[in-house]
């Protein structure tokens, strides 16, 4: 400020400017340092716009190291966070108390596109499935499933949600997969694990679309009449197993 003297940081910055000094020292030396937590409290005061959401990005970058904790008041910094939780105080005639909830994100919108697209296009991957040899089949089907390993492997991008064309594209392939061989997984995976995304959206989000595509199959099966009674029977056999299954994966994952 014009006239002033040179003062020491700790007796002139307010809160939020220390804080946004150290984020800035910090995103230059992180790579440095070892794994750490980090709070930055109301680090986007007096900030807006732009401004926050360069912010929010460099608090995200710096997570992919650290944990940072970050206490704001700005929607373009919280929307980079991977986990929110909601800070209360309750007064009563006795004390406060301070509740903390943790937000969920559930299942993104898209799922539900995709999830429409699967259920329009799993007949035609039954009808395809049909109309070819067995052996075309088989070779189908195994080109599908290592498809789904190379899926994994591509590499992860942000966390915008990709255009129409491509989520549309998605959805019909995936129920196509889904009537040919009964795998509605391979576009589905990197669509949402491949994004920066909480974990919590990527599960309920292929949870949903995986759901979709097992109802429309069994739909499509009985429509098109080739569900044979031994394929219903082994399939209600093959339930608590695939119940265990998603108890021990649920325990594993969270």
């Known amino acids: ?149 190379l899926a994994i492997l591509l590499p992860r991008r942000g966390s915008a949600v990709p255009g129409p064309l491509v989520t549309g594209g998605v959805g019909v392939v995936s129920g196509l997969m889904t009537g040919y061989a009964g795998m509605p997984g391979p576009p589905v995976v990197p669509f949402y694990a491949g994004r920066e995304l909480p974990r919590i959206t990527i599960k309920a989000s292929m949870l949903l679309i995986f759901t979709i595509a097992a109802a429309a199959g069994l739909a499509s099966a009985v429509w098109l009449g080739i569900l044979r009674g031994e394929l219903l029977l082994f399939a209600l056999v093959m339930l608590p197993v695939i119940l265990l299954g998603n108890r021990l994966g649920m325990m594993v994952s969270g």
């Open 1 to 149: 400020n014009a006239g002033a003297n040179l003062q020491p940081l700790e007796k002139v910055a307010s809160g939020g400017e220390a804080s946004r000094l150290l984020l800035a020292l910090k995103t230059v030396m992180y790579q440095q340092m070892s794994p750490r937590t980090l709070v930055f409290d109301e680090i986007d005061t007096g900030v807006g716009g732009a401004v926050a959401d360069a912010v929010g990005d460099n608090l995200r970058a710096l997570a992919q190291q650290h944990q940072v904790l970050v206490i704001t008041h700005q929607p373009q910094v919280a929307a980079k966070g991977a986990n929110h939780l909601k800070i209360e105080k309750h007064q009563d005639d006795v004390r406060t108390v301070t509740a903390v909830t943790a937000l969920v994100r559930e299942a993104e919108r898209s799922a539900w596109v995709i999830g429409a697209a699967v259920v329009v296009t799993t007949p035609l991957g039954l009808w395809a499935l049909f109309s070819t040899s067995a052996d075309v089949a088989r070779l189908v089907i195994a080109l599908i499933a290592f498809s789904a390993f």
